[in-house]
């Protein structure tokens, strides 16, 4: 099952750059995407979400991009913190079910 | 903030044994979920429930599998017949709404043997 796809397993950014964390998904039915966080030993946090009718939604630090026409979602937080270093999740669903798809996730890592 | 919460955090079980999987979801929230993760592969659906029923599972979960909501406050996940293939973390998750996001738990790692 590859409808959501996580192309890059880690990145390294210096503390205080922006860090872009991408998603792509292939299930054109598919209508709220969200973020979530993971450190070590604990659940999924909820970061942040967007719907298909918005291109973007910003929350802080975190904003998330919807390019619908390229089925692709990205995650830009700025300034990254070494706080931030975790794995990341994007995921999705569409209004015709309840269950969340998952990437495969990227860890970042955030460097002083 | 509340929690989801869920016992124990580590079971160890063997195979064809029976286990059961405990959780406290938040206490207004309404819809409840399992979701698993295999060591090194995604995180994946199992099942939601929502006013003492299943309202959607995955093909995973087969009949070896079933949920209970047994007073107001207990989410559990039970599987009859333990298989090596089922070890993986286990994650309950609630929400209050059906358009607000999930709150997970911090996971249940089952261990077969």
């Known amino acids: 099952d590859q409808q959501v796809k996580q192309n890059s397993p880690s990145l390294s950014v210096q503390e205080g750059r922006i860090s872009i964390l991408n998603c792509d998904y292939t299930?054109?039915?598919?209508?709220?995407f969200l973020w979530y966080k993971k450190y070590p030993a604990e659940g999924p946090t909820f970061l942040i979400s967007i719907s298909s009718i918005k291109d973007k939604n910003e929350d802080g630090r975190f904003t998330v991009f919807l390019n619908k026409s390229a089925k692709h979602l990205s995650l830009h937080i700025v300034p990254s913190q070494p706080g931030d270093s975790a794995v990341y999740f994007c995921?999705?669903?569409?209004?015709?079910?309840?269950?969340?798809?998952f990437g495969t996730g990227t860890r970042l890592q955030v460097f002083p | 903030e509340p929690e989801v919460t869920q016992t124990p955090s580590h079971q160890v079980t063997q195979m064809g044994q029976e286990v059961i999987l405990r959780c406290v979801p938040i206490?207004?929230?309404?819809?409840f979920y399992w979701y698993r993760q295999i060591l090194g592969q995604k995180v994946e659906f199992l099942v939601s429930?929502?006013?003492?029923?299943?309202?959607?599972k995955s093909e995973i979960f087969d009949d070896q599998f079933s949920v209970e909501r047994p007073d107001g406050s207990n989410f559990t996940l039970k599987i009859r017949s333990t298989k090596l293939e089922d070890s993986a973390m286990y994650f309950c998750a609630s929400k209050g709404t059906v358009n607000s996001p999930l709150h997970f738990g911090n996971g249940t790692r089952l261990t077969v043997t």
């Open positions: 429930f929502y006013n003492n029923e299943i309202s959607e």
């Open positions: 995921a999705a669903n569409s209004y015709n079910t309840d269950k969340l798809i």
């Open positions: 206490s207004n929230h309404l819809y």
């Open positions: 299930n054109s039915m598919f209508d709220y």
